[in-house]
């Protein structure tokens, strides 16, 4: 999943990459590109997804909700990609220089 997330950007060898995981973050440089690739959304499998998520009291957003969120976080040239047959997405950002 990750290196398929990966394959929806271009990484430039002089960046700076910082895997959170789950633990939160830090400040995106300005240009920078912020990458969320995600297991599941709230996309074809939704029915599945949508009893599971909510027991383990995580988000469980469409591709439009995760658009969205990182518009209002600031960010822009905002897009989400999504993997064929597969609840996969890959949302990405770029902060203003």
């Not at 959170?20 to 959304?41: H, K, M, Q």
């Not at 988000?59 to 040239?77: C, M």
Request: charge should be positive.
């Amino acid at each position: 999943m990750a290196g398929w997330g990966l394959q929806q950007v271009i990484v430039p060898k002089s960046a700076a990459i910082l895997d959170v995981g789950c633990d939160g973050g830090s400040t995106v440089r300005p240009g920078g590109t912020f990458v969320l690739i995600a297991e599941t959304y709230r996309g074809p499998f939704r029915l599945l997804y949508g009893i599971v998520m909510p027991l383990l009291r995580a988000a469980f957003l469409s591709g439009a909700e995760h658009r969205d969120l990182l518009t209002q976080a600031g960010f822009a040239e905002v897009a989400a990609m999504h993997r064929s047959g597969r609840n996969w997405i890959c949302a990405t950002g770029r902060r203003p220089s």
